[in-house]
């Protein structure tokens, strides 16, 4: 039974570059939330999606845009890169009517913006 | 805002001895997780607190939850070098399944 999985695992850009990062959640999860992970803090929660819909969102800029297709899968669309938009990129899936069951989190894609 | 603050952010252990986590948070919360990552990789996660009291064990460590006092601890003890990585805890917005609020973070480093 595949985890939550992401792609790509590493990913070089420029400033002002756009970028699209991918996650399948774990079998049976179909709520997808993204956090940005900065070297040496806690991850920060970016948005939640559900149903294909943006379900709930954290304090990031509308740089940050995301998307949930039919099949849960989502991606993380971020738009004129800063190079403070350097950070690990994780995602995490559950069941929304899974009460307190953990996210399960992938192993991320660490971005770098040059 | 909700804020969680961890404590210490690093500690540096000998294998054999017992050392607590605390972790803080500064509104009502429901749920409180225990997660630990390793160098290079995701978050696994160790426990999920519940209520006022709640205590759960795996192994050499051991969480509790004062709602109360807004205090959750992670006790380690008879550390042992396989629990070298950095431990974070996360309290979940009341209200907002699934939007978690992490501190910043333990790096344990436990030495022979």
């Known amino acids: 039974d595949a985890g939550v999985t992401q792609s790509p695992t590493h990913l070089i850009k420029t400033r002002g570059q756009q970028v699209t990062l991918r996650c399948s959640p774990k079998s049976g999860h179909d709520t997808v939330s993204w956090y940005q992970q900065a070297l040496g803090q806690g991850p920060q929660f970016i948005f939640q999606y559900y149903e294909e819909e943006e379900r709930q969102r954290g304090n990031f800029p509308d740089r940050f845009s995301g998307h949930q297709f039919p099949n849960y899968s989502s991606e993380l669309n971020v738009n004129a890169l800063l190079l403070g938009d350097s950070a690990l990129y994780l995602c995490?899936?559950?069941?929304?009517?899974?009460?307190?069951?953990?996210?399960?989190f992938g192993d991320g894609t660490r971005l770098s913006i040059l | 805002e909700l804020k969680v603050e961890q404590n210490p952010l690093f500690l540096s252990m000998q294998e054999g001895k017992n050392y607590t986590i605390y972790c803080n948070y500064s509104?009502?919360?429901?749920?409180l997780y225990w997660y630990r990552q390793d160098p290079g990789k995701s978050l696994e996660s160790l426990f999920v607190?519940?209520?006022?009291?709640a205590v759960k064990q795996e192994g050499r460590l051991m969480a509790s939850l004062d709602t109360k006092a807004r205090l959750s601890t992670l006790h380690i003890t008879a550390a042992v070098h396989d629990l070298s990585a950095t431990y974070f805890c996360a309290v979940e917005r009341r209200g907002s399944q699934g939007n978690l609020i992490f501190g910043k973070g333990t790096k344990l480093s436990v030495k022979p």
């Open positions: 607190l519940l209520s006022n009291g």
């Open positions: 995490a899936s559950s069941l929304l009517q899974g009460g307190s069951q953990p996210q399960h």
């Open positions: 509104t009502t919360s429901d749920r």
